[in-house]
């Protein structure tokens, strides 16, 4: 079906599709007869599935309609605007790949980037602060973490927008064929089992080959996804290649940060100052690690503090310089609530960083939207 066409399959929109929640656009028949409103749910899998199996359309204009911008919406929309995508992703990539993935991807990772756009910091904050997360979450999750990142890198890299793109499908796509491994692994506290370890390493190369399935032709993007495990020194996965495409070590470099960040069950995750630091040390021969330290700083938004002062908060906007972020105040010197957020300048005299905190020392809700509008605009 053509890009200019009046109706696209349903198949090619599912993700936009929530179980039990409002169609946001109607459901067609095949020759354009009304099955469901604008409005009307779809209750459970197998009606999803009895709708896609049939070849059911949706309005292009009326989808069109129903997208929210990013880049024009109010700040304090931007949270939910986070939750809806990363959900639409999660549902696209669980789904089974289709005719023309490559452009159902395409149509999530444009509303992705233009939040990336939209408050840079913001999507820092969604990269950091990842606790919480269900099971079965972390290997959809953790793809668009080290996507967010990638993006940073490559912008700071002079990547065309092309370039940029591509970053974040191979980003998105190079555990296709373990997420569900990878949800089930972040909850599991025994050791791997040979089987696990199999398919870990054997997931490059068959993330290539599902993608080549669901008719992924971009050869770069392929060969990415086959090389993100593999390094120069010739000891990575599955190949033991001594020179992984440029690409493949810049999502490469994104996904070994972010995943030190990450909550397991078998360990904490890593402070993030000391995350940046063990991975700089890694990788500082490599453009793309240089990249990620510059976008990033050393204590990125989400970033739990304590201020010399004694307060405690979190960084929400990088600073102009990497050690000297905008943090927000949550609690005072003796550890109790302030009754509002304060933003604080961590380069003024007596309210630089004295330490980087746990999550239980700080045990308040955070909603990251609100508590960037109060950083203010980053100081960039």
């Known amino acids: 079906m053509n890009a200019t066409a009046p109706h696209l399959l349903l198949r090619t929109v599912q993700h936009r599709v929530k179980i039990g929640a409002a169609l946001p656009f109607s459901v067609l028949s095949d020759d354009g007869r009304l099955l469901l409103a604008k409005g009307q749910v779809i209750a459970n899998d197998d009606q999803l599935l009895a709708l896609l199996d049939r070849g059911a359309l949706v309005d292009r204009s009326e989808l069109e309609s129903s997208r929210r911008d990013p880049r024009k919406v109010g700040a304090e929309v931007l949270a939910d605007l986070w939750g809806e995508t990363m959900d639409q992703i999660g549902r696209m990539l669980r789904a089974s790949l289709h005719t023309d993935f490559a452009g159902t ?13 939209r408050d840079p910091d913001l999507a820092l904050f969604q990269v950091v602060r990842q606790e919480g997360m269900g099971e079965n979450q972390y290997g959809l999750r953790h793809g668009v973490h080290a996507g967010i990142v990638a993006v940073m890198a490559a912008q700071r890299l002079g990547a065309s927008p092309d370039e940029v793109g591509r970053a974040l499908r191979v980003a998105l796509t190079m555990n296709l064929s373990v997420m569900e491994l990878q949800g089930r692994l972040a909850h599991q506290l025994f050791p791997l089992k040979p089987p696990q370890k199999q398919a870990l390493r054997e997931h490059p190369l068959a993330s290539r080959r599902m993608l080549e399935e669901g008719g992924v032709t971009d050869a770069e993007w392929l060969r990415a996804v086959a090389e993100h495990h593999e390094n120069t020194e010739g000891s990575g996965y599955p190949q033991g290649l001594r020179e992984p495409s440029v690409l493949a070590q810049l999502v490469s470099a994104a996904d070994v940060y972010t995943a030190k960040l990450s909550h397991r ?14 991975f700089y040390m890694s990788r500082k021969t490599l453009p793309a690690a240089a990249a990620i330290l510059k976008e990033t700083g050393v204590f990125p938004p ?10 405690r908060g979190v960084v929400v906007r990088r600073g102009a310089v990497g050690n ?14 302030l009754m509002t957020p304060v933003k604080r300048d961590t380069s003024q005299p007596g309210l630089a960083i004295a330490a980087v905190l746990a999550p239980s020392d700080l045990k308040l809700r955070m909603v990251p939207a609100k508590l960037v509008m109060v950083g203010g605009t980053a100081p960039r």
């Not at 999530?108 to 939040?115: K, Q, Y």
């Not at 989400?302 to 307060?311: H, K, S």
């Open 324 to 337: 000297t972020p905008v943090v927000v105040a949550l609690m005072n010197k003796l550890g109790e609530p």
């Open 105 to 117: 991807l395409d149509e999530l990772c444009s509303p992705l980037l233009a939040l990336i756009e």
């Open 265 to 278: 069950a078998s360990r904490s995750p890593i402070p993030a100052d000391r995350a940046m630091r063990d």
């Open 302 to 311: 989400g970033t739990l503090v304590r201020l010399a002062n004694g307060e």
